[in-house]
């Protein structure tokens, strides 16, 4: 069964918020429409994705999240320009 890691960020670019679920478009769906009112990413409109990466297990989509959390916020920056240097929103063209 497939995991995700993904970075979302808010309409600025100033806060980014790292996750790992088994179910991308649903959980990006309960960010969207701020199913948890009173979470970090309610609280601070961080819904939109920029970076997200799949895995073959939970365990190693957990692995990732450790090493993407326990990074600077230099090197999260770093890793979503590589990708999605325009810092669009990727759920809008999502297929997983």
């Given at each position: ?39 970090f ?7 939109k994705?920029?970076?997200?990466e ?6 190693d ?36």
């Amino acid at each position: 069964m497939k995991a995700f890691v993904y970075i979302l960020s808010n309409k600025n670019n100033s806060t980014l918020y790292t996750g790992v679920t088994r179910d991308l478009q649903g959980r990006l769906y309960q960010h969207k429409t701020k199913k948890h009112p009173h979470s970090f990413t309610a609280r601070y409109n961080v819904d939109k994705l920029v970076h997200f990466e799949c895995f073959n297990s939970m365990g190693d989509a957990i692995k990732r999240e450790k090493q993407i959390k326990a990074g600077s916020r230099k090197k999260k920056i770093e890793l979503i320009d590589r990708i999605n240097p325009e810092w669009h929103d990727l759920s809008l063209t999502l297929e997983v």
